[in-house]
C-alpha cells in the first residue's frame, strides 16, 4: 500500500540509492561534490545576509560580491603596475641608446623600477618567506626529534625547553629578532632584506615546536620488535637510523610538518602586519590605514586569500606525504 | 662436550613503578650444539625474559650466559630471534628483510652475487621463494612467519631463539609450519630454542623440554627428555604411547604440579569451583 502511495520522483531516487552499483556511484559523487559545493552556497548565502547588515565606519561590511569585485579590480592594478614598470625600463633604454649613439663612452645605467607592491607582488614575498622560516625550521627540527626519540637521556634534557617554548606567541619572538638580525646581519652586500629575515626567523621560530615534538613522539614510538631485530642485526647507528627510524616515524614527522607549515603561514601574516615587513599582512595594514570604502573588500579578498593559500599548502604537504610514505594505503586527511 | 650454550645461574629483577620485581631466579641450563630446547610455561613466567637474556636484549642481574666459550653481552645476529608477530619491517619486501640482515652478517665475507643467492636459498627452505617481491603486508599470517624464520636462519646463528613462533597461527597453519621446521631442523641441525604454549609442538620437536615454575622469582621446574626417534611422523606419533606418555607429563606438569596462578585466585574467591576442585580431586583418588 506505502508502495504504490511513492511519488514517482521518491520511487526513482529509492531505485537508483538501492544497492544499483551505478546508483552507489552517484551517490558517492553527490557526498564528494554536492555536499561541500552545497556547503558553500549556503556559506555565501549567509554571509551575504549577515554582512547587508553590518555598518562600520567604512562603508558596509562586504560580502561575496564586494570580494569579487575587489579581486577583479586587485588584478587590474597588478597588471597596470606591470605595464608602468615596463614603459620605464623601455624609456630608460631608449634614452640610454641615444646617449649612446652620441657619445660611445657615455656611461649608461638603468635604474630599479620602485613602484608600489601589488597585491600579487606581495602574496609572491609572503610565499617565499613562510618556505624560507618553514625550511630552516624543518632542517633544524626533523634531527632534532630523530635525536631526542632516540634517546631518553636527552629527552628529558631538552623538554623543558620546549615545552616553555612552544606557547610563546611570536609577536612576543619579533622584537627581539629584529635586533638580533640587525645587530649580526651586517653584510656589505646583502643577500637578503633585513625585513625578509626578520619574518623568516619569526616564523622558523614558531615552526620548530610542532615538528620537534611529533618527531619525537613517532620515534620514540616505534615498534620496540623492530628496534630489537635492528639490535639483534647490529644495523649501524646511521643505517638504524635510515632503515627502520625515519620509515616508521614518517607519519608523525610529516604531521608535525603540517602543523608547523600552518602555524608559520598564521605567524607571518602576524609578523608582517606588526613589522611592516612586506607581504600579504602588510597589504592588510596598509589598506586599513588607508580607510578608503573599497578597504574593507580589499582586505577581506586578502583574508580569503590567505585560507586558500593556507589550505592548498597543506594539500601540497599531504601530496609529498604520500610521495615519501612507504604506507600507500594509508588515509591521509 | 654438553655445554655450547650455557645459562647459568641467571636471575632478573626488574625495577616497575612499585619497587623491584624479581622475575627470574637460579636458572641453570646447558644445551648441547645442534639441540632442540622447548621451553614450556604458564603465562606471565618468564620464558620471554630468559629468551631475551640469551639474546643479549636483557642483562641479567645476575649469573651468565655462555655460548660457545663467549660471554653474552649485548644482541648479535649469532643469536637470530623468531619474534612471536613477525617483526618485519612493513615498508620492506620479503627479499629485502631477508636481505637487511644478510648485507650485515656477511657484509665482508660475501659478493653481492652470492648474498642474493643465500638470500634467495633461504627463501626456498621455508617455501617462500614464490613472493620474494611482496610487502608484508600482501602475505599471509604464516608467510609472514615463514619470512621471519628465513630471516634468522639467513644470519647462520648459533643459536636460534624462537619466542612462540606459530602462536598466532590456525592450528592447520601451525602444522605445516612445524614440518618445515622439523625438515630444516634435519638438514642444518641448528642449535633452537624455542618458547611455546603448545604441548603437543614442544613433543613433536624437541630433543629436551624444559618446564617452568610459576613466577614471580620463577625458576626451572622440570626437564623432560624426549627420545623419539627421528624423523617424527605428527599422524603416527598419534598412535604411539611414549608420545603419549611424554604428552601426559608435559600436561601433568603444567596443570597439577605448577597450578595456573589465574585458576588459583578463582578458587580463592569461589567457594562453589573449590567445592567442584575437590569433588573432581575425590573422583580421582577413586579412579586410581
Ligand atoms: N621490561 C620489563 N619490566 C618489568 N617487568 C617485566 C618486563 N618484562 C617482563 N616483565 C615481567 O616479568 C614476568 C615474566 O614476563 P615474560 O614476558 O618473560 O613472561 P612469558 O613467560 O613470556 O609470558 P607469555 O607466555 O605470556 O609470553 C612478567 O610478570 C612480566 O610482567
Ligand atoms: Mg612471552
Known amino acids: ?145 630523530i635525536v631526542c626519540g ?52 619569526t616564523v622558523a ?18 615498534d620496540r620488535d623492530l628496534v630489537n631485530v635492528s ?26 610538518l603540517r602543523l608547523s607549515l600552518a602555524t608559520g603561514w598564521m605567524v607571518l601574516i602576524a609578523a608582517e602586519m606588526l613589522a611592516q615587513n612586506p607581504g600579504l599582512g602588510k597589504f592588510i595594514w596598509d589598506e586599513f590605514q588607508n580607510g578608503s570604502s573599497d578597504s574593507l573588500g580589499r582586505i577581506m579578498v586578502a583574508v580569503v586569500t590567505i585560507g586558500l593559500i593556507g589550505f592548498i599548502l597543506d594539500k601540497l604537504m599531504l601530496m609529498i606525504q604520500r610521495k615519501v610514505s612507504w604506507d600507500k594505503s594509508a588515509v591521509l586527511r | 662436550m654438553n655445554n655450547y650454550l650455557d645459562i647459568s645461574g641467571v636471575g632478573i629483577e626488574f625495577n616497575t613503578e612499585s619497587g623491584p620485581f624479581r622475575a627470574l631466579q637460579n636458572i641453570n641450563l646447558k644445551i648441547d650444539k645442534g639441540e632442540f630446547i622447548s621451553l614450556i610455561g604458564h603465562s606471565g613466567c618468564g620464558k620471554s625474559t630468559v629468551l631475551n637474556i640469551v639474546a643479549g636484549l636483557y642483562h ?28 618485519l619491517l612493513p615498508w620492506l619486501t620479503v627479499y629485502e628483510n631477508v636481505g637487511i640482515g644478510v648485507k650485515e652478517v656477511f657484509r665482508k665475507s660475501k659478493t653481492r652475487a652470492e648474498m642474493r643467492e643465500w638470500i634467495e636459498h633461504n627463501l626456498e627452505l621455508v617455501h617462500m621463494d614464490h613472493a620474494l617481491h611482496k610487502l608484508p603486508s600482501e602475505i599471509s599470517g604464516g608467510m609472514k612467519q615463514r619470512v621471519g624464520i628465513a630471516r634468522a636462519l639467513a644470519m647462520q646463528p648459533k643459536v636460534l631463539l624462537m619466542d612462540e613462533p606459530f602462536g598466532a597461527l590456525d592450528a592447520l597453519t601451525r602444522a ?18 624455542m618458547i611455546t604454549h603448545d604441548v603437543d609442538e614442544a613433543v613433536l620437536l624437541s630433543d629436551r623440554i624444559v618446564m617452568m615454575s610459576n613466577g614471580p622469582a620463577a625458576t626451572i621446574g622440570e626437564i623432560l627428555e624426549v627420545d623419539l626417534p627421528r624423523p617424527r611422523e605428527r599422524l603416527a606419533l598419534a598412535e604411539n604411547a611414549h608420545y603419549n606418555h611424554l604428552r601426559q607429563q608435559v600436561l601433568r606438569f603444567l596443570y597439577e604440579k605448577q597450578k595456573n596462578p589465574a585458576d588459583r585466585q578463582k578458587r580463592g574467591f569461589s567457594a562453589t569451583s573449590d567445592k567442584a576442585s575437590e569433588v573432581s580431586k575425590l573422583k580421582r583418588d577413586e579412579a586410581a
Not at chain 1, 615546536?209 to 620514540?220: D, E, K, L, S
Not at chain 2, 655462555?66 to 645476529?77: A, F, H, M, R
Open chain 2, 176 to 193: 605445516h609450519l612445524q614440518d618445515s621446521l622439523m625438515e630444516i631442523q634435519s638438514d642444518l641441525n641448528n642449535t633452537v630454542i
Open chain 2, 60 to 87: 641479567a642481574t645476575e649469573g651468565g650466559v655462555i655460548l660457545d666459550g663467549k660471554e653474552v653481552d649485548q644482541p648479535g645476529p649469532d643469536r637470530a630471534v623468531v619474534f612471536q608477530n613477525h617483526a
Open chain 1, 1 to 145: 500500500m506505502s508502495e504504490v502511495a511513492l511519488s514517482p520522483r521518491w520511487a526513482f531516487w529509492k531505485g537508483r540509492a538501492s544497492g544499483v552499483p551505478a546508483g552507489a556511484r552517484l551517490m558517492k559523487q553527490v557526498k564528494n561534490i554536492g555536499l561541500p559545493f552545497a556547503g558553500i552556497i549556503v556559506f555565501l548565502i549567509f554571509w551575504q545576509g549577515t554582512a547587508n547588515n553590518i555598518n562600520t565606519s567604512l562603508g558596509q561590511f562586504p560580502g561575496p560580491v564586494q570580494v569579487w569585485e575587489q579581486s577583479v579590480n586587485l588584478y587590474a592594478e597588478h597588471k597596470r603596475e606591470r605595464e608602468k614598470e615596463e614603459a620605464f625600463y623601455q624609456r630608460q633604454e631608449d634614452r640610454n641608446a641615444k646617449k649612446l649613439e652620441k657619445n660611445p663612452d657615455a656611461k649608461v645605467k638603468i635604474r630599479d623600477y620602485t613602484g608600489k607592491a601589488t597585491f600579487f607582488d606581495q602574496i609572491v614575498t609572503s610565499l617565499y618567506t613562510v618556505a624560507f622560516g618553514f625550511a630552516i625550521a624543518a632542517v633544524i627540527a626533523v634531527p632534532l626529534g
Open chain 1, 150 to 201: 632516540l634517546s631518553d637521556t636527552l629527552y628529558r634534557a631538552i623538554n623543558p625547553v620546549i615545552q616553555i617554548f612552544k606557547p610563546v606567541s611570536p609577536l612576543a619572538w619579533l622584537p627581539l629578532v629584529t635586533m638580533v638580525v640587525s645587530a649580526l646581519y651586517v653584510a656589505e652586500n646583502p643577500m637578503f632584506e633585513k625585513s625578509f629575515l626578520n619574518s623568516a626567523f
Open chain 1, 205 to 222: 621560530l614558531c615552526c620548530l615546536w610542532p615538528t620537534v615534538i611529533n618527531t619525537t613522539v613517532g620515534v620514540a614510538g616505534i
Open chain 1, 231 to 256: 639490535r639483534v642485526i647490529r644495523l649501524p647507528a646511521i643505517k638504524h637510523v635510515q632503515k627502520i627510524v625515519l620509515p616508521s616515524a614518517v607519519p608523525m614527522i610529516f604531521t608535525g
